[in-house]
């Protein structure tokens, strides 16, 4: 079963705009991950944070995970159209080698 | 520079024919996985290999079987389609710890008649 979601499902955002997706889990985890899939294609990480984290940024990508509310969210800056895909959170938890999904926001960024 | 490589891109099977996809990966990562996904869904894990040490997914349907001969390949079989199983399955590479990324490839994009 899934252990997280994600909100919003879908998000819609004009080109430069800036898109922020939510992820919220149940356990205690090593690391949260993000991927990235574009339509009919697999997935491709983005960024990882791990337990002991608050933030990290990799270029126009920030994400925050806090621990206490079981929360991650991914924000990217300055949006392009080739931004739009879906994004999907996963954790790790205790020794386990198996990424659990979030649910997954779709983002779509108009030209 | 593919680096997880599945074959074919596009499958299309008859309902109960018997059905194989494949994954080779050139990262000589130990662990390789076989993921379920059906439309606007997050991916489902069925199993995973850690070198050749097979773990099942408690709620991987019988049908489903894998195989790795070696290293960079893995084989996901599904014995019996049924029109329930027309999905996305995506196969994915890590090294096996637990704070590493995993490695998609493109996916093989199942169709039962």
């Known amino acids: 079963s899934q252990q997280g979601e994600e909100d919003p499902q879908a998000l819609s955002i004009q080109e430069g705009e800036n898109a922020t997706m939510n992820c919220s889990y149940k356990?205690?985890?090593?690391?949260l991950q993000w991927y990235r899939q574009n339509s009919g294609r697999g997935l491709v990480h983005l960024i990882l944070?791990?337990?002991?984290?608050r933030e990290k940024h990799s270029g126009r990508l920030r994400v925050t995970l806090d621990t206490s509310k079981k929360s991650s969210s991914l924000l990217i800056t300055a949006s392009r159209a080739a931004d739009t895909a879906s994004y999907f959170c996963?954790?790790?938890?205790?020794?386990?080698?198996?990424?659990?999904f979030g649910s997954g926001t779709q983002l779509t960024v108009l030209p | 520079d593919a680096m997880v490589i599945q074959n074919p891109r596009y499958q299309v099977t008859q309902f109960g024919k018997p059905v194989t996809l494949s994954c080779s990966q050139t990262?000589?990562?130990?662990?390789m996985y076989w993921y379920q996904q059906k439309s606007s869904q997050a991916p489902k894990l069925l199993f995973h290999?850690?070198?050749?040490?097979?773990?099942n997914e408690a709620d991987t349907p019988d049908n489903f079987q894998s195989r790795r001969p070696n290293t960079s390949f893995c084989f996901l079989d599904i014995r019996s389609p049924g029109l329930g199983d027309a999905a996305m399955y995506l196969c994915?590479?890590?090294?096996?710890?637990?704070?590493?990324?995993?490695?998609f490839g493109p996916g093989t994009r199942l169709t039962v008649l």
């Open positions: 994915a590479t890590s090294r096996g710890g637990s704070s590493d990324e995993q490695f």
């Open positions: 356990t205690s985890i090593n690391n």
């Open positions: 944070i791990r337990s002991n984290e």
């Open positions: 996963a954790t790790i938890s205790g020794s386990a080698r198996q990424l659990t």
């Open positions: 990262l000589n990562h130990n662990v």
């Open positions: 290999y850690y070198d050749k040490d097979f773990n």
